[in-house]
């Protein structure tokens, strides 16, 4: 094994070994990645491996987009299936809420370049059958949303890393990250020590633990999901062999599903979440999974039921319960660490997870305006009408939902308030003098002629 490189990744995930693909695609070619057991383990084997476009913030549909793409030409390079099917994504709204939420996408969409179109309920049900239209009043479909193996994926990107002169080592888990005095790190696993200049975290899972070991702190949490595959649906047995049924998402239903062989996948991500092992993630966890909890999810699953109907006839062939690390916001933690030079983190479950943030996002948007409802010069009001396809949802609603009421809460809101105030005055005497200078313009014209 080296004894000094560039950059070590630590984490064999999806996350890290794209990492190192890119690094090492782009000129970095010392860069190596430890994995402490093998390729996958943790969380990447077990995804459901549904890849969208969509998301509630743009860059991050961006660079999905763009991760789409990528995921064809590793295939080429590395010559390694990802099992990709590409057969588009739907995206249902039940109420009016939704509904604008999904003219937001659109027009986010639009400044990117995606090609993301409203199509009919009628549409929908050509599309997949299965569907009951009668509980929807809109769908957005992206046609470039697919499925891959998660697997095959993960192991794409690091043999395709390979091919462009990265190195990577399973069975090598990294047991002390030591800074010296010229800022770079000593790497000490038990195959060796190896002398980096810049360390990333991608170890998932175990991501506080490596944090640890450099005297880190990261607020992230693994925490239990839950997907399930049905057995064989006579109505997909019935399909034309050469159609495959795209990726849909309810946001109300707060479920995704798409075709599974010849049944379907159904999952979601509980409002109520459990999470698993708080104090740490055992050094022996690796290609398991957890014990189903469906009492956790059957209210969920019971508005896919209705919303399928198909479903509810169904066997369950499998259930899947594994854990996937958040942060506490939904978003990934990415970039590097305040105050450790050389550090960087790259965790955190945003393809995930989009469900269970829009869901956490839409309650706290309702909390939101109705505290907003009495308070007529506030942010909604001043900037929402001058930014229509801005979003309503504030600093102010997040923050109580986090830290809860109190006196951090209330002076955030307080100082809002007060910054709002000023808004709404330095946009009302901007207005007068716009008018103002069109009036002295008007005034010289006319002057002008005489």
């Known amino acids: 094994m080296e004894k000094n490189a560039k950059v070590v990744i630590i984490g064999g995930g999806v996350v890290g070994c794209s990492i190192l693909f890119h690094l090492s695609k782009f000129g970095l070619k010392d860069s190596v990645l430890l994995e402490r057991n093998e390729l996958t383990s943790g969380s990447s084997w077990h995804a459901a491996g ?34 990709m099917k590409q057969n588009g994504g739907f995206y249902l709204a039940s109420n009016d809420d939704w509904y604008d939420y999904l003219k937001r996408e659109r027009s986010k969409a639009r400044y990117l370049g995606l090609d993301q179109e409203f199509i009919s309920l009628k549409e929908v049900v050509e599309k997949n059958p299965l569907i009951d239209p009668k509980h929807y009043i809109a769908a957005l479909y992206d046609p470039i949303d697919a499925e891959v193996d998660p697997s095959g994926v993960t192991y794409a990107y690091a043999k395709a890393a390979k091919i462009y002169g990265g190195k990577y080592y399973t069975h090598t888990p990294v047991l002390e990250t030591n800074q010296k005095s010229d800022g770079t790190w000593d790497v000490v696993t038990k195959k060796g020590t190896i002398n980096a200049e810049i360390i ?21 949490q693994p925490m239990e999901h839950h997907y399930l595959i049905t057995e064989s649906i006579p109505e997909i047995e019935s399909l034309d ?4 049924l795209p990726i849909g998402t309810d946001f109300n239903g707060n479920i995704y ?3 599974e062989g010849k049944g379907m996948l159904l999952g979601t991500y509980e409002a109520k979440s459990t999470p698993w092992q708080i104090d740490q993630t055992p050094t022996n966890f690796g290609h398991e ?13 019971a508005i896919g039921f209705k919303r399928i109907p198909a479903l509810e006839k169904a ?28 550090y960087a983190n790259a965790y955190g479950s945003h393809k995930k997870n989009l469900l269970l943030r829009l869901d956490e996002r839409d309650r706290s948007r309702k909390e939101y305006l109705k505290k907003r409802k009495a308070k007529k010069e506030s942010k909604a009001e001043n900037i929402h009408s001058r930014h229509p396809d801005a979003d309503p949802l504030s600093v102010r609603g997040t923050t109580e939902a986090l830290i809860g009421k109190g006196s ?21 005497k901007k207005r007068a003098t716009k008018e103002m200078k069109k009036r002295a313009k008007k005034l010289d014209e006319y002057k002008g002629y005489t």
């Open 289 to 301: 999974l957890l014990e189903p909890k469906l009492e956790n999810i059957q209210d969920r699953l």
């Open 408 to 428: 951090i809460a209330e002076k955030i809101i307080a100082f809002g308030e007060k910054v709002d105030k000023k808004l709404a005055e330095h946009y009302k």
């Open 257 to 259: 599903f798409r075709q």
């Open 200 to 220: 990333i975290n991608a170890a998932g899972l175990w991501a506080r633990e490596v944090g640890k070991l450099a005297d880190i702190h990261l607020p992230v």
């Open 315 to 342: 066997g369950i062939k499998n259930i899947i319960n594994g854990p996937f690390t958040f942060g506490p916001d939904g978003n990934p933690l990415i970039g590097p660490i305040p105050g450790k030079k050389n």
């Open 50 to 83: 549904n890849v969208h476009v969509i998301s509630s913030d743009p860059n991050i549909s961006g660079l999905m987009a763009y991760t789409i793409n990528l995921y064809k030409e590793i295939e080429k390079i590395s010559g390694h299936s990802i099992g």
């Open 241 to 244: 062999k050469q159609k495959r």
